[in-house]
C-alpha cells in the first residue's frame, strides 16, 4: 500500500494564514505610503497658499483686495510657485460677486440648449455640447470619444450680444493682464506671442463625469499653447462633491505613470 503523506490541516492553515498576512501587509504599506505622500502634498500645498493669502489679505485690509495678485510682491509669489510646482492656485481671484454672477450667466448659458422652454431665449448664442477630442485650434472639435470626456462645453469670445455677457469679459481680461504680467516674473513665458484662445465654458453634468488624463499640448504634436488658465465658478463647492483637479508631475504625465 502506499501512503501520502499530507501536512496537518493546522499546518496548512497555518500557511495560508502567513501567506494572507503578508499580502495584507504589503496592501498596508501601499496604502500607508499612499497616504503619507498625500499629506506632504497636502501640507506642502496648504503652505503655498497660506503665502499667497497673506498677500491677498494684506492688499484687502488697504482696500485694494479686488485687484491683490496684480502687485510685484504678489506676482513675484505667483511666478516662483508656477516655476517650481508647474501650477499655482490663486484663491477668490475674480471676489465672490463676481463669481457669483458669472456662475448665473454660465448657468444660462448651459440651461438655453438644455430645457425644451428655454430654446427660443438667447439665439444665436452658442450652445453648450457634448465635449469632444480633436481640432487643433480647439475651435472645429474633429470626433467624439464618449469614454474620454463626459463634459458639456462651449468656446467663447466674450463678445457674444446674443449671451448678455457682464462678467465673463471681466474673467477673460483680468486673466489676460495675469498672464502679461507673469512674463516678468516667468522666464519660461518670455519669448512667446502670448494670444489667448477663445476660452472654452465646460459644464460636467455630474454621475462621475469626468475628463480623463490628458496633455493640453504634447511634445508631439505643438497646438501652439504654452499656459492653461482654469477659472471654477461653483459657489458652494465642497470636499467630498468630486470634481477635483488632478495634476501630474512633468515626467509622470509624459511617460503615462
Given at each position: 500500500k502506499t501512503k501520502i503523506k499530507s501536512k496537518?490541516?493546522?499546518?496548512?492553515?497555518?500557511?495560508?494564514?502567513?501567506?494572507?498576512?503578508?499580502?495584507?501587509n504589503d496592501e498596508r504599506s501601499i496604502r500607508d505610503k499612499v497616504e503619507d505622500?498625500?499629506?506632504?502634498?497636502?501640507?506642502?500645498?496648504?503652505?503655498?497658499?497660506?503665502m499667497l493669502e497673506a498677500f491677498r489679505m494684506k492688499y484687502e485690509l488697504a482696500k485694494k483686495g479686488e485687484w491683490w495678485w496684480i502687485f510685484d510682491d504678489s506676482l513675484a509669489e505667483i511666478g516662483s510657485q508656477l516655476s517650481k510646482n508647474n501650477y499655482v492656485v490663486l484663491d477668490k481671484f475674480l471676489g465672490c460677486d463676481l463669481a457669483?454672477?458669472?456662475?448665473?450667466?454660465?448657468?444660462?448659458?448651459?440651461?438655453?440648449?438644455?430645457?425644451?422652454e428655454t430654446k427660443q431665449i438667447m439665439i444665436?448664442?452658442?450652445?453648450?455640447?457634448?465635449?469632444?477630442?480633436?481640432g487643433l485650434a480647439g475651435s472645429t472639435?474633429?470626433?467624439?470619444?464618449?469614454?474620454?470626456?463626459d463634459d458639456y462645453i462651449a468656446w467663447y469670445t466674450g463678445r457674444e450680444k446674443p449671451c448678455n455677457w457682464k462678467t465673463f469679459p471681466i474673467l477673460l481680461q483680468r486673466l489676460d493682464t495675469l498672464v502679461s504680467e507673469l512674463e516678468r516674473f516667468?522666464?519660461?513665458?518670455?519669448?512667446f506671442e502670448m494670444n489667448r484662445s477663445n476660452a472654452m465654458a465646460t459644464c460636467y453634468p455630474g454621475k462621475r463625469?469626468?475628463?480623463?488624463r490628458h496633455c493640453d499640448n504634447t511634445s508631439k504634436v505643438s497646438n501652439g499653447r504654452v499656459m492653461t488658465a482654469i477659472y471654477y465658478a461653483n459657489p458652494k463647492w465642497k470636499v467630498g462633491d468630486g470634481g477635483e483637479?488632478?495634476?501630474y508631475e512633468p515626467a509622470k504625465a509624459i511617460n503615462g505613470r
Open positions: 496537518p490541516k493546522k499546518a496548512i492553515s497555518k500557511d495560508f494564514e502567513q501567506k494572507a498576512s503578508g499580502e495584507i505622500r498625500q499629506k506632504l502634498y497636502r501640507s506642502e500645498h496648504d503652505k503655498y497658499k497660506i457669483k454672477t458669472l456662475y448665473m450667466e454660465l448657468k444660462k448659458s448651459h440651461l438655453a440648449g438644455e430645457l425644451p444665436g448664442c452658442p450652445r453648450m455640447q457634448q465635449g469632444s477630442i480633436g472639435l474633429a470626433y467624439k470619444v464618449d469614454k474620454y470626456r516667468v522666464p519660461e513665458l518670455r519669448g463625469a469626468r475628463y480623463i483637479l488632478r495634476i
